[in-house]
């Protein structure tokens, strides 16, 4: 079946930049998504970037994907304690089925 | 608005009891998802709903049932609860526009089972 694999953690010094990957399995992709999760709360929705698109950016954030390789990366410049969540990758395919990864726990170093 | 609510915030239940979490959205969304999210395990998708008075399956639907008998509500039963439901259960609602999916979160509800 479909699958969206993330490393579980990433380790950053504030003000340098973050750079949290993912990789998918469905070559049907339409949109790919990045989530951040916050402690004690819900998931919301970050950035998206429909599939026939290489980057997006969006203020520090810049999202690449790589359809040949079905590889997808946020990069988060300036990291700030702020960024201090769980980011989530989610891959919507051709059927509208949304499947997220596992997350990646990003932790700002002082 | 309030957006996606989640009743109750926490519970802690014995083996065999039931419940009901009951979630909430005032944004009127077709689409609504009941989510479980354990330690490493990430997001799974328990059941969602495409419409008032639809359900389906997802992932790991076995020992939970779920109704939409109204658009804004979407309630997820435990009927006899068991250790491994202990969890955090995510609800969430959605609209599709331009092809894209926007899903918004609860809070959350964790539940322990003992």
């Known amino acids: 079946g479909e699958d969206v694999e993330q490393s579980l953690f990433l380790s950053v010094r504030e003000g340098d930049s973050s750079v949290i990957n993912c990789t998918y399995t469905?070559?049907?992709?339409?949109?790919l998504y990045w989530y951040k999760q916050e402690p004690g709360a819900g998931l919301q929705l970050l950035t998206y970037i429909f599939s026939n698109m290489d980057m997006k950016q969006d203020q520090r954030l810049t999202v690449l994907l790589n359809k040949k390789d079905k590889h997808l990366s946020l990069r988060i410049a300036d990291t700030q304690t702020g960024d201090s969540a769980i980011y989530f990758c989610?891959?919507?395919?051709?059927?509208?089925?949304?499947?997220f990864g596992k997350g990646t726990r990003l932790h700002i170093l002082p | 608005n309030a957006g996606v609510t989640q009743t109750p915030k926490f519970r802690v239940l014995k083996t065999g009891q039931s419940m009901t979490l009951l979630c909430a959205q005032d944004m009127n969304h077709e689409y609504m998802y009941w989510y479980r999210q354990d330690p490493g395990m990430g997001l799974r998708l328990i059941h969602y709903s495409v419409g008032e008075g639809t359900t389906a399956k997802g992932e790991v639907p076995d020992g939970y049932n779920v109704s939409r008998l109204k658009k804004q509500n979407f309630l997820l039963g435990l009927e006899s609860a068991a250790p491994s439901q202990t969890s955090v259960y995510f609800c969430a609602s959605s609209f599709r526009q331009g092809g894209g999916e926007t899903q918004y979160f609860g809070p959350g509800t964790r539940l322990l089972v003992l």
């Open positions: 469905d070559s049907s992709s339409t949109y």
């Open positions: 989610a891959d919507q395919n051709r059927d509208d089925k949304i499947i």
